[in-house]
């Protein structure tokens, strides 16, 4: 044996095996976990960047799961913009009927219509809506207006017996849904073109909060006067 392989075959011996790397675990996820996983990013992504946002690849990269497992549980990038879209309508339903159900509800327009914004503007719900609507894509009916119309039973609800423990006259329902619908507007308005509108008019981010409270003063005021 020459001394090359000989002094090859002695640093083998010599040398520590080197342990194979183990693999990575598995993260083992529930089909419900994975869903809201998933949603949530879709969601981070609306936030951000609109519609155009929503592309499977980035949204599995952000998860740490393959392009097929949204496909798995959302069947098609439509279905992925279904299940935001419906989960976005039961948030709003839950906060706001939770919040007007309670046993103290708030009279303050500025209390409520904080979730409205949030909900449709700030998550980019209502600019998703309008991309679906104009691009023809809004192929099922939205259960917005079953959420519209729970809140604005319960809203009257509540106007209702407000104004009989200060013995007045109940509200005109059909006030109340314009009022709901006002809000609604006004928060589809912000999201679509609503910051741009601001931008031009030198407003920043505390000018856009400012909006939001002088609308509910607006809406405020216009309930005070029902009562």
Do not use: C
């Amino acid at each position: 044996m020459s001394s090359v392989a000989k002094n090859s075959a002695a640093a083998s011996a010599a040398a520590p095996e080197t342990a194979e790397k183990p693999a990575a675990k598995r993260v083992r996820r529930t089909a419900e976990e994975a869903r809201r996983l998933i949603l949530d990013a879709a969601e981070a992504r609306l936030a951000k960047q609109g519609p155009e946002g929503l592309r499977l690849q980035d949204i599995a990269r952000d998860v740490g799961i393959s392009h097929p497992a949204i496909l798995h549980h959302f069947e098609s990038r439509e279905g992925l913009v279904r299940a935001l879209i419906a989960r976005a309508n039961t948030q709003l339903r839950d906060r706001l009927l939770g919040a007007l159900g309670s046993d103290h509800p708030s009279q303050d327009a500025a209390d409520h219509i904080g979730h409205v914004f949030e909900a449709l503007s700030d998550r980019g719900t209502a600019r998703l809506l309008s991309w679906l609507l104009l691009t023809g894509r809004a192929t099922e009916q939205s259960d917005a207006h079953n959420v519209m119309g729970e809140i604005v039973d319960v809203l009257q609800a509540r106007r209702e017996e407000y104004s009989k423990e200060k013995g007045k006259p109940a509200p005109d329902k059909e006030d109340t849904l314009f009022v709901a619908m006002l809000t609604a507007n006004a928060a589809f308005g912000e999201a679509i073109v609503g910051r741009q509108l601001a931008e031009a008019t030198g407003l920043d981010q505390d000018g856009i909060k400012r909006f939001r409270a002088w609308f509910a003063k607006l809406l405020n005021d216009h309930l005070e006067d029902k009562r």
